[in-house]
């Protein structure tokens, strides 16, 4: 590409012994450049830590941590709005954007067809087997599938450059098995942390960088070239966004990026996960801000039922059922998808599908019949009403999806679908599921937060549990559920009031419980205590945490 060699950031590939002496960014103490690594830093993870690619994340973090922290502030602000009764709605101050005639950039070849998108974290191993899976796209997860520890966010930088690279192998010692690309290989999308995260092992200026900046940065730096001599490029998921500034922030990060390395704009491609309800209703100017960069919006439903119950914390007439209850055939979450379709649709914008938690199930055929039944439904609704392509956690779900989607879009993707059928309303997004809240439903809650956080506590961001996959954003639902509850007196089906007592009770009974299911899990039985202590005070607290990763992250790092 013209101009491409020549920019300051495409410097020679240089050897570790180089890379080491002629290292400006000092590690612990001191700093210069006002760069400081608090992590492990091996030979391995100099690689990926150059001074160069460091000073790449640090002129991002100086142009835009400022609006970053003003951005969460604002998150704050209308959180405070909300909370005295406001009533979300359509922006007046926008609607030349709705109204308006515009379409975003042309969709890049690879990126036209992507009936089956696999998702999982960066491990070595699944990082290879998600590219081998049949999938049209994998998207490498640092967000809701990870948990951030520093050895994940740097080694997961690494596996991906070596997938990038086609270099990447993977011997498994337990089981004799090797692993290494096939020919042909899904296109790979990375999903960054979102806005509220830090990746507290880089400090820039003395203060922590943003985990989005990092994340974004890193593989944005070491990857961009090859993926654009393959005929692919620099693609993004974002995650967890609010609204158009948080949307308009991340394209300026872009713009910057590409000004860095001497890019035509719009050379990175995004999908925005839409997976808040404040977001929903900002499809468009969402894609507006990013129209430059924007393929496709995504329903991210777990996030998205998470922020309907964080957002309406203090409404009494927003309190959700038992979370089995909350699927994407209630009004509100049909309601959402339908919009996504219509809006992406009318801009040029793919509209994706999300995620089913069900997983297979080896060791009962009658619920692994049942489970994979569930998937083939909801991939059935999402490709009937319009959607382009769907998310599925497992790769024994590629071919079920793939057969759905075949079936019913014989094309590419179902752009001509316009959805111009249908009309979506403020109260259609904001009308309340109905349904029961049952002892079961809460018991389910309180061992799946344990438990998830168990795992994310030991370094898994994403487990099965109960024969579902289970990640952050589902986790967030079953705690939310149970602070919701608690804080406005729920009532169970029986008649019985969810209040401390209740939840004591049966918090004691499932830890007991628990200690059995976790007998033969080591790693999982160090970080239970805290899992527990943590979980607690999420679910009894005055306030509302913004985010369970937030207080957890403490624990995962050691300073
Ligand atoms: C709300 C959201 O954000 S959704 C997006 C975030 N969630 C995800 O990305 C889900 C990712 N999925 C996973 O992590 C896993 O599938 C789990 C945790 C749900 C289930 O894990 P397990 O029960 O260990 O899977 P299982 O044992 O059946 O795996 C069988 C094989 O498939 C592989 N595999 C399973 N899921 C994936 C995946 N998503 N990507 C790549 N490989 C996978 C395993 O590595 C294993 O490989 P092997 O046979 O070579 O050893
Ligand atoms: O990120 C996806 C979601 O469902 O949350
Ligand atoms: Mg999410």
Known sequence: MKGFSSVFYLVPKKTINDMTTSFNVQTNKSTANGIKIRGKLCAEYAE???????EFIAMLQRRFGAERERLLKL???????????????????????RNGDWKVAPIPQDLQDRRVEITGPCDRKMVINALNSGAN???????????????????GQINLRDAVNRTIEFSDFTTGKTYKLNEKTAVLIARPRGWH???????????????????????????????????????????????????????????????AFGLPIGTIKVTVLLETILAAFEMDEILYALRDHIVALNCGRWDYIFSF?????????????????VTMTTHFLRSYSL????????????????????IPIKTDPVANETALAKVKADKEREAGDGHDGTWVAHPALVP?????????????????????DITITAADLLSVPTGSITEAGLRNNIRVGILYLSAWLSGSGCVPLYNLMEDAATAEICRAQIWQWLHHNATLEDSRSVDR????????????ALHQEIADRSSWQKTFDTAIELFTQLVIADNFEEFLTLPAYRHLVSF
């Open 197 to 259: 995260l830090l990746e507290e092992h880089i400090l820039v200026d003395d203060r922590p960088v943003s985990g989005s900046l990092f994340d974004f940065g890193l593989y944005f730096f070491h990857n961009t070239r090859k993926l654009l001599e393959q005929g692919s490029g620099p693609y993004f998921y974002l995650p967890k966004l609010e609204n158009r500034h948080e949307a308009a922030l991340w394209n300026e990060v872009f713009v910057a990026a590409q000004e």
């Open 501 to 512: 007592p209740l939840f004591q009770a049966l918090l004691n009974e499932e830890i007991a």
């Open 339 to 358: 919009l996504t379709i219509k809006t992406c649709h009318r801009r040029g914008a793919l509209a994706m599908g999300g995620m089913a938690a069900q």
């Open 400 to 420: 079920i999806a793939r057969q759905v989607f075949d079936s019913k879009m014989p094309g590419s993707n179902q752009l001509s679908v316009l959805r111009d």
């Open 75 to 97: 998150r704050e602000t209308i959180q405070q709005q909300l909370n005295a009764g406001w009533q979300p709605d359509f922006p007046s101050e926008t609607e030349a954007i």
């Open 48 to 54: 990926i830590l150059t001074p160069q690619a460091l």
């Open 309 to 325: 119950i964080k957002k309406f914390r203090d409404r009494a007439d927003c309190v959700l059922p038992d979370r089995q209850q």
């Open 137 to 155: 796209v994998f998207m490498a997860d640092f967000e809701d599938a990870n948990s951030p520890t520093w050895d994940n966010m740097v080694s």
